[in-house]
Structure formats: C-alpha cells, structure tokens
C-alpha cells in the first residue's frame, strides 16, 4: 500500500518520456475512512507508458490534482473499485497513439471527487452489465460509456456533465444525468434492454446532435430547457 500509514505530500510514477512499461497500483491510502494516501499532486504515467491497472478496489487521494497518462488502456481488477479524492481534479489521459480506454473488469466503479473535475479522455466500457457512478459538485467529461451488454447503468453527477460520445446501458437503471450538460460532441443514449430509464435532471445544450432511445417501457425524463 502507499500512504496507508502517513500520507505521501506528492507521488510522481514513470515521467520519463520514452518510458513504455506497465504501471500496477496498489491500495493508495487508508482503507475504510477515505484517508488519502498522498496529501498533494499525483503524476501516474506519460504519453508512451503501457497499461495501467489498479489492482486494489481502494484508492483515496487527496486534495492535490491526479494526473494518468497511458498510450495504452487502464484496468480495474477488482470487484467495486472505487477511488475518493478530497476536492482534487482527477484526470485519465491518452498517451501518443492512444486515447486511454477503461475497462470496469467487475461491478460498481464509483469516483467520488469532493468538489475536484472528473475527465476521462478515452471510452468506459465493461464485461458484463457493470455500474458507472461519477459524484463531484464540480465537473464531469467523458466520451463514449458503455457498448453491447457492458455497462448495466451510469449515473453522472456533477455541477456541469460534458458528453463527448454515445452512452449505452441495458440495465433498468439506464441513464441519470444530474447537473447542467453539454454536449461536446454528437451523443446518442441508448438502453437497450431492461426497460432503462433516461434522466437529464437539468439543462442540455451543446451545438451537436443528441439521439434518445429508451429499451421497453423505459422512460424519458428530461428537468431542465432544452
């Protein structure tokens, strides 16, 4: 583990440009309470690293920024992964050729930010039905979630959501949106079985295209002016 007994003030991993190997993260921070492991910046990877995989499901910044670079993917290995920062910005990068795609291997992945940003460069999918929950008062980006039966439902929750690709979910959960969206690129929103729900809590705006499609009897709930 890393900072589980006395925080880190800042953690730097694999900076050298040219650097092309795998990264594997272990438990960051103090299990149970949300203590962060490192207290300031964090700096994981660069534009020519391999994957990067947590291998715990507990990883607890705090109030620095977080920085991930990979020109390959990022994992979560195990069951529920979640990673809590304490008002940071959190940020999962692409490197040289690739944009950094995310695989949730097996159940919830939740990124709790405090008031911190929340951007993730590359598309979230997942094996089979898992859950994406993003929770911050500040703001969300993210491009394309989900695809086939990969992400059972995905709820983003921030002060501003930008959605940059298509979310797809085919559990009755579906879609929840809460917070003002924008969308920064054409997006389209798909359930498509289970009968899933599509919820905008807020406003939508954003010169692109947006297509709704709900599964079944899944309904279409949209709180603000379009």
């Known amino acids: 583990a890393i900072g589980a007994t006395q925080a880190l003030t800042t953690l730097n991993l694999q900076q050298v440009a040219d650097s092309t190997g795998a990264i594997n993260l272990p438990t960051i921070g103090k299990t149970g309470d949300n203590t962060g492991g490192v207290s300031g910046a964090v700096n994981i990877g660069n534009e020519d690293s391999g994957k990067i995989t947590f291998t715990s499901a ?13 020109d390959s993917t990022y994992d979560l290995t195990q069951a529920n992964p979640q990673i809590y920062l304490n008002g940071g910005d959190i940020t999962f990068n692409g490197g040289a050729s690739n944009p950094g795609n995310l695989t949730i291997d097996d159940g919830t992945f939740l990124v709790s930010a405090g008031s911190g ?28 979630v989900g695809g086939s039966s990969q992400i059972g439902s995905i709820a983003l929750e921030g002060a501003t959501v930008s959605l940059g690709g298509n979310l797809t979910t085919n559990a009755v959960g579906g879609v929840v949106v809460t917070g003002a969206a924008t969308l920064a ?14 919820t905008f809590t807020s406003t939508i705006n954003g010169g692109s295209n947006l297509d709704i499609v709900s599964g079944g009897s899944g309904a279409v709930n949209i709180g603000g002016a379009i």
């Open 185 to 198: 690129a054409d997006s389209t929103i798909t359930t498509t079985t289970n009968n899933g729900v599509v």
């Open 58 to 70: 507990d990883t607890h910044f705090g109030s620095g920024t977080v920085t991930l670079r990979t």
């Open 117 to 144: 940003d929340i951007t993730f460069a590359g598309a979230i999918t997942g094996a089979d039905a898992e859950v994406l929950d993003l929770l911050t008062t500040g703001g969300i980006t993210v491009k394309a």
